[in-house]
């Protein structure tokens, strides 16, 4: 296994998927909150100097988080994850995708299935994210659109949010 402090993203085209890994100085417990709970959610998600905003969460199997990313102009980008499936302190997946502010998915902008799993190493955590996308073309989208990028500067933030909680 590697060690990392990085975000390390991993792109399999053919299969249309992404797998990112990053491990965090802090126990499962508390990682896990970090990524269910939207009053921690809202403090680490967007990279700055973006924020995200919950509107709504609903962290269970059937249940939706609709919230957006505000940018230094009050530009805002609605999203929503329908949560499909979840094991406490061990994986929960779901469907997330852009939206409207009502929540109504985007018809222009791809939709990704998450399976966020959560593995303690020591008094660490391995967070793995595999993402697959209906099509390359899809995957191509997301990751011009900076997904990289802004999720490693995300991933940074729950660094300094982890080491207050």
Known sequence: MIETKETVYTADAVNKKMKVVREFDA?????WKAWTESKYLDQWWAPKPWKANTQSMDFREGGTWLYYMEGPEGERHYCRNDYHKIVPQKLYSGLDGFCDEKGNLSKDLPQMEWRVSFTPIGDRTRVETEITFASEE????????GFKEGFAAAHNNLDELLATM
């Open 27 to 31: 126990p499962v417990s508390k990682v």
């Open 138 to 145: 899809d995957l191509k989208t997301i990751v011009e659109m």
